[in-house]
């Protein structure tokens, strides 16, 4: 057949051999297997003529989609470390929130402290069922109070992921505490919330900073948005250095004087902060024990 016109079958097979990774000399015994008369030169010219060439094959391997609360109204809240949680404060954000007739909840990350895993925790005698336990109790109530739920993980349900050598995903171990199955939990340490035209990435980030708001500011420029940060808890609010995002960090949930470290160790470490978040289309509004009294006198 040299000389030939080649037909689009022909042509077919040759591509497919092409791309597979053949070289000329084995599509050219393949096809003089298949009874298909072609010669080197002539597989070489048709591959010239068409462009033809071996291609990287694509990766089989990809991640979930970010987890994403769409939510005019929504609170959340960051590092309640249960069973450290500071019940009463939690208590009363929630109160807030669902007097603003907030219906959406977030979470960003240390819901539960697994301190019975290190040596602080075993010191004052918790042990891993208290701590799910825990958990488990203030998961159930924020589903009880809102319609829709987030959670992401932090840097301490980490602890359980790496205790069992990565046998649970972050987001197996965050199922543990669930018992609604329209909550949404994510095996990454952040999720999007999307209020009014807004876009906050909510976030456990991996650095710390001793300043306020230094490393939302940081993560602001980097992944231009947004960002509601958790895991320093510190408080603070401010804008990036273009003006052009918030940066936030949220403060915590977590009772500090129930924490072995911190009650037993002096250190330089900022001070823990109670904090939360409530966002109300697209502003973001920060609360602490220092303004949460004049903010529940508003009604929206």
């Known amino acids: 057949m040299t000389g030939l016109p080649w037909t689009s079958a022909e042509m077919a097979l040759v591509r497919t051999l092409v791309e597979s990774g053949l070289n000329n000399a084995q599509i050219t015994e393949r096809l003089n297997a298949d009874g298909i008369h072609r010669t080197y030169k002539g597989i070489q010219r048709l ?22 609360l769409k939510a005019d109204k929504a609170l959340l809240l960051f590092d309640i470390h249960a069973p450290l949680q500071a019940a009463s404060w939690i208590d009363r954000v929630i109160a807030l929130a669902l007097k603003w007739k907030v219906d959406s909840v977030g979470v960003g990350g240390d819901i539960v402290d697994y301190s019975s895993m290190c040596y602080w925790g075993r010191t004052i005698g918790i042990e891993l069922d208290d701590e799910l336990d825990a958990a488990e109790n203030v998961v159930r109530a924020l589903e009880r109070n809102f319609k829709q739920k987030v959670l992401c993980g932090g840097n301490h349900e980490y602890r359980m992921v790496r205790a069992l050598q990565g046998a649970r995903k972050l987001k197996d171990v965050l199922d543990d505490f669930v018992s609604d199955p329209t909550t949404i939990t ?12 807004k876009r906050f990435r909510v976030v456990h980030p991996r650095n710390y900073s001793r300043i306020p708001t230094r490393v939302a500011q940081t993560l602001c420029a980097k992944y231009r948005c947004h960002i509601i940060a958790g895991h320093s808890h510190l408080w603070g609010m401010t804008r990036d250095v273009s003006d052009g995002w918030w940066a936030i960090d949220a403060g915590c949930c977590l009772d500090d004087k129930r924490v072995p470290y911190m009650a037993e160790e002096m250190s330089t470490y900022p001070q823990p902060i109670l904090g939360a978040v409530i966002v109300i289309e697209g502003v973001p509004i920060l609360l602490g024990e220092g303004n949460i009294e004049l903010y529940e006198r508003i009604v929206f």
């Open 186 to 197: 994510t095996n990454s340490k952040w999720f999007w919330l999307e209020s009014g035209d």
């Open 47 to 68: 591959r010239d003529r068409q462009g033809w060439r071996m291609h990287v094959t694509p990766s089989r391997f990809s991640l979930d989609a970010p987890a994403t």
